[in-house]
């Protein structure tokens, strides 16, 4: 009966959101997340070591590794601390959004964000601030995992795919402002003012994701005063009965407690069986796991040149402003890129196949001019052809998220974006910045050291390429046979109402 009633009750209609408030929101708070790349990774924020000629005289270093004395490893591992809490962190979050309101556990995201990149401006050592790096890492885990598919539920059908694209542009476009913003702050202040002005900037969005009405995910219960709470407890049975049984009667306190714990414990050994269900079920979509894994290549190469891509730059062509040479250049590419993806996706029909189309052939002719870019010795040269082919590897951002999105059920997205994030961190980013400094460290020579990393675009573009051929399903509208739902037919209404053409 307590079910059927709350099954009755309509979800709660947000009054202030509309879906592009919803995308422009998001953006914004995911460029930060990326200028938070940038920055560290900046000549201006990250520094340069030691050095000293052969007549013995030392130059003192500058920034975080000047400062800390880091060598290159250290400096590729500092730049990578952020995923040990992102690993641990995203896999909760999003089996924590079954049960919890998903708005709101973005809300504890970014406060964690906040707090830990106010902690780096404060740092004193190598290893506090890599802790502070760590705890960057969880309270990026809940926005990663669960903006996407918010947006994605509130896109207008025709456009999906260029909404995807206009949110990840901000990736290139907030790292490429990061080595700018990195650079100034860094020359005219010091790399410490770069984390507490980021801090300062993301404070309003943490406080805004707590205070406005909690907005609800598709394929997960509402959670409007704990509705979500309690049918799960109602439907997990016995535990529960037993519970509101004991309570009517009046029993002892000691016996409620026991009660209260055992549920605990139950939901607790629930969620962790559901959560390895769906991991399990998610490793089995071959669609998936295919798009997944060149996505690991290509992000391998990405994060690398996110990284040393300045250094790189300021050694083989002797950029004085390397900083403010690729983060222009990224952000024109990022942005152009990238929406550029998008438009043709939806152009093309949004579909899997087309997406994997898209993905080999953008990757391939990217990974042949960038290629090309490293072989030239003119300056001008690198920067033309380097430019083309940055344009053709940043179209691959909306349509392998969209794969992510829509290879799935519902129910899944959440984790989907989760694992996805993690896999490519993990295999791709993470070793490619300490692996890059060690090869580089070995050979010490730059040129050889970027050919070397991009032509592992090759195998991405090799990996999306066989994707073409698998049978591909858009499960957007499937239901999951386990899909936690008060009210199925209100779930698959968007979470935003209204006119999506307005502000």
């Known amino acids: 009966m307590a079910t059927r009633s709350l099954s009755e009750d309509s979800p709660p209609t947000p009054s202030w959101f509309t879906p592009k408030r919803l ?118 885990a809940s926005f990663i995992s669960l903006a996407a598919p918010f947006i994605d539920d509130n896109a207008p059908v025709p456009q999906k795919t260029a909404w995807l694209s206009m949110f990840y542009m901000c990736i290139p476009t907030g790292v490429a402002l990061g080595y700018v913003y990195g650079g100034v702050v860094g020359s005219h202040l010091n790399w410490r003012y770069a984390f507490w002005g980021e801090a300062i900037l993301m404070l309003p969005f943490a406080v805004l994701a707590f205070v406005i009405k909690p907005l609800q995910l598709k394929g997960f219960a509402p959670a409007e005063s704990g509705k979500a709470q309690v049918v799960a407890s109602v439907s997990e049975g016995s535990e529960a009965s037993n519970l509101n049984d004991h309570v009517s009667e009046d029993i002892s306190d000691q016996a409620s407690e026991r009660s209260i714990k055992s549920i605990g414990e139950s939901r607790f050994l629930n969620q962790l069986s559901q959560f390895s269900k769906d991991t399990k079920d998610l490793l089995q979509e071959k669609v998936y796991v295919v798009n997944v894994l060149g996505y690991i290549a290509y992000n391998f190469v990405i994060g690398a040149y996110s990284y040393w891509g300045p250094k790189a730059g300021y050694n083989i062509y002797h950029m004085s402003n390397a900083d403010m040479m690729f983060g222009g250049v990224t952000i024109v590419c990022g942005i152009v890129g990238t929406i550029s993806g998008g438009f043709i996706l939806d152009q093309m029909g949004a579909t899997i196949s087309n997406a994997f189309k898209l993905l080999s052939a953008a990757t391939f002719l990217g990974a042949i001019f960038c290629l090309t870019a490293f072989c030239l010795s003119s300056l001008y040269g690198f920067l033309a052809l380097f430019t083309v082919g940055e344009l053709l590897v940043f179209a691959t951002q909306a349509p392998v998220n969209y794969v992510c999105l829509h290879s799935v059920k519902p129910s899944l997205r959440a984790l989907s974006m989760a694992i996805s994030t993690v896999s490519i961190h993990v295999f791709g980013d993470v070793p490619s910045s300490p692996l890059v400094g060690v090869l580089q460290d070995h050979v010490n020579n730059w040129r050889k050291t970027t050919l070397a990393l991009t032509s592992i675009f090759f195998l991405a573009a090799g990996i999306w390429f066989v994707g073409i051929f698998l049978k591909s399903i858009d499960k957007f509208n499937e239901d999951g046979e386990n899909q936690i739902s008060l009210d199925s037919k209100a779930n698959m209404k968007p979470l935003l109402e209204g006119n999506g053409d307005n502000l």
């Open 23 to 140: 995308l422009v929101i998001f953006c914004v708070i995911n460029m930060l997340n990326y200028v938070d790349r940038g920055a560290i990774a900046s000549n201006g924020v990250n520094g340069s070591q030691r050095t000293c000629d052969d007549k013995g005289i030392c130059t003192s270093g500058s920034g975080i590794q000047g400062d800390f004395k880091l060598n290159n490893f250290q400096d590729g591992v500092l730049s990578s601390a952020f995923m040990v809490g992102l690993l641990v962190a995203s896999p909760i979050f999003a089996s924590l959004a079954k049960s919890h309101n998903p708005f709101r556990l973005i809300g504890v995201g970014l406060s964690v964000w906040t707090f830990a990149t106010a902690g780096c401006g404060s740092s004193f050592d190598f290893w506090s601030i890599a802790i502070c790096r760590m705890l960057v890492g969880v309270g990026e």
